[in-house]
């Protein structure tokens, strides 16, 4: 499917860089990445040297007042190379302080986005799933009232209490995007978003989680002991924070449908080159009817996926036509793009295997790692199930349970 038309001069030069910078600094290398975090870092602090941090700040503050279609291009072409770097990208380049810049909370952005804008490698944090309750802090039927770490407003300041599991960039990040409750009783109404620095006096950190896959990106659980911080740090009170939950619900959904649709494309061009050589019966594995129909299924699942992420960020970059973005209808389109990009990666990734044979699982060939990226697209965010939850209620009252 040819989306051209809705990319910019801009937005084509984006990919073409950030196209050749995986190529040339991720794809070769992705075994020494995933083995040694410095590397990691080295290949963030290029990015930030290409501008790519900076880009989705504002302009006034050194950013690059990115659109949504420039950064979802970035994410993809990342996860062409690497889950995890796409992951880490995607974060640090603004989706965490997106809210308190839209909302224009003066005191988070000054003391929080000179980080990202001044040419050195800076990490942030989205603190959201609870340790006690896990998915439950992320589903929308409990409104609120499935948030377990709470905040308290004692003076001037929110007292924070409670444990993240899993938050990508715990330890390491200098920003936490804390999502809290005042009363899980308030439902929507009790939600609150605050930021909160790494040197907040009882904020600690786990050890980093051992996982299979995007091993490039740190996640570790996120200790909130009587955290206390200004109360301007919260993102806006009342109301308008759950909305930003929501709406940040709808962010992390379509930047995970960029990396499935990364990681799914780089198993599409593994499969065509390998099967364009490989010999079966007298001929290319891919000239057999059989393949034919594998690869045409894998490139009509790409079209869809890409047309569909596609729009999703034009939607993102044109809200005067379509809306407030924690609309329930707004929320069910990204949540739609989410749940149908991760599942469509799976099943690409999966059967683009049965074409590969043995090589699908060797270490030594590149594909073992697109089967063990494109799964923690299905999982995170509240996993599938959550997410449709999410996608239902664009279309008809589906209870609270709260
Ligand atoms: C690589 C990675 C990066 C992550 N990054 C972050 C991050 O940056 N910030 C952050 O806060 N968290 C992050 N997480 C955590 C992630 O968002 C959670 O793991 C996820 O939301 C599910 O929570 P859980 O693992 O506790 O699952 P559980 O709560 O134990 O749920 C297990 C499964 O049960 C199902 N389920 C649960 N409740 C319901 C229900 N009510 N109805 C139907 N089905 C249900 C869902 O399918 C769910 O997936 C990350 C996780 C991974 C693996």
């Avoid at 990204?334 to 090589?359: P, Q, W, Y």
């Avoid at 923690?376 to 939850?389: A, D, H, K, P």
Wanted: with cysteine; charged share 20%.
């Amino acid at each position: 499917m040819n989306l051209e038309h809705l990319l910019t001069d801009e937005d084509r030069q984006i990919r073409e860089t950030v196209r050749d910078f995986t190529k040339k600094e991720i794809i070769p290398n992705t075994k020494n990445l995933e083995a040694d975090y410095s590397q990691v870092e080295k290949v963030h602090q290029k990015l930030v040297d290409l501008g790519i941090q900076a880009l989705g700040y504002p302009a006034d503050y050194g950013g690059g007042d990115g659109t949504n279609t420039a950064l979802g291009i970035i994410c993809e072409e990342l996860a062409k190379g690497d889950g995890g770097i796409s992951l880490s990208a995607g974060i640090n380049w603004g989706i965490i302080l997106k809210p308190a810049i839209v909302v224009k909370n003066k005191t988070v952005m000054d003391r929080f986005v000179p980080s990202f804008c001044g040419g050195k490698l800076a990490y942030a944090c989205l603190s959201m799933t609870d340790e006690a309750g896990g998915a439950d802090s992320e589903n929308p039927l409990l409104a609120g009232a499935g948030i377990k770490t709470t905040a308290r407003l004692e003076g001037d300041e929110y007292v924070i209490n409670g444990s993240k599991a899993w938050p990508t960039h715990g330890g390491i990040a200098e920003c936490y995007l804390t999502i809290c409750t005042t009363d899980p009783k308030a439902g929507d109404e009790g939600v609150a978003l605050i930021y909160v620095p790494k040197d907040a006096p009882g904020l600690s950190f786990g050890k980093p989680e051992k996982k299979m896959l995007f091993k490039t990106s740190v996640n570790s659980a996120v200790h909130y002991d009587n955290v206390r911080v200004p109360k301007e740090y919260r993102l806006a009170g009342p109301g308008m924070d759950a909305n930003f939950y929501h709406f940040l619900e709808s962010g992390t959904g379509w930047h995970s449908a960029t990396m499935s649709l990364g990681i799914a494309e780089r198993a599409f061009e593994i499969v065509l080159d390998y099967t364009g050589t490989r010999q079966g019966g007298f001929k290319p594995v891919r000239q057999h009817s059989m393949a034919a129909g594998i690869l045409a299924d894998m490139a009509i699942g790409l079209d869809m996926m890409r047309a569909s992420i596609y729009n999703l960020s034009c939607m993102m970059d044109h809200l005067d036509v379509y809306g407030s973005p924690w609309s329930p209808t707004f929320i069910s389109k990204a949540a739609a793009t989410r749940v149908f990009a991760s599942d469509m990666a799976v099943a690409i990734v999966n059967k683009g295997a049965e074409l590969l044979g043995s090589m699908a699982i060797s270490e030594d060939f590149p594909y073992e790692k697109c089967l063990r990226d494109a799964k923690v697209t299905q999982l995170w965010l509240g996993g599938q199930q959550i997410c449709r939850y999410r996608v239902a209620r664009g279309y008809y009252d589906l209870k609270n349970w709260a």
